[in-house]
């Protein structure tokens, strides 16, 4: 029987609350640096490691994602680990995926924050076995001790591991959340389809926006 090649899968996980351009911007950058067959955005249901933000709900951020995502090209939003529920931990989602959709070859998406603390998470090792980790640096000074991180990996775990040296956008929902609620302009930091939801629903204590 031939053997098929795998559908090379990048995972990009997180609590998108709510999702921004910066993003967008990073979808885009592994489409054209990666070489992804395509992305599934994972919005977490609860995430492990986090305090829910103010006013969302899963449904409510998965809703978002599918708003700011949804036009891109290879790019599916999925809500495995919402209709699962309960805490949302990395290795539960690889394992089912390899337990369940074993066509495909799963790289699973990370910032500097989380690329540095990974073999600190819950069952690193199996994280490592399940997944090759595409990272996408904060900004260009983190590549020296990204790339440290990159060999001990490598040594310790057998890790697969790519850095993106491309240009990132440096934006975190905490600051667009706290936008949100002073009622500043978010039209550079948001798809406008996303901020209609947020006024829609009053998200984030957004009377203002």
Known sequence: MENRRKIKTALFGGTFAPPHLGHVHAVETILRHAGPDEILIMPTAVPPHKVKAK????????????AAFGTLDRVTVSDYEIRK??????????????????????????????????????????????AKIICIPRDRTDLGVLTEKQAEYAETYRAETQILEVEPIDMSSTEIRRRIESGEDLDA?????VTEIIKRENLYDAENT
């Open 55 to 66: 006013g969302d709900t899963p449904e409510l951020r998965l809703e978002m994602c599918r």
């Open 85 to 130: 529920g309960g805490v949302s931990y990395t290795v539960q989602t690889l394992e089912h995926f390899a337990e369940n959709e074993p066509e495909r070859e799963i790289h699973l998406v990370c910032g500097t924050d989380m690329f540095l603390t990974l073999d600190k998470w819950f069952r690193a090792a199996d994280i490592f076995r399940l």
């Open 189 to 193: 930091f948001l798809p406008s389809a």
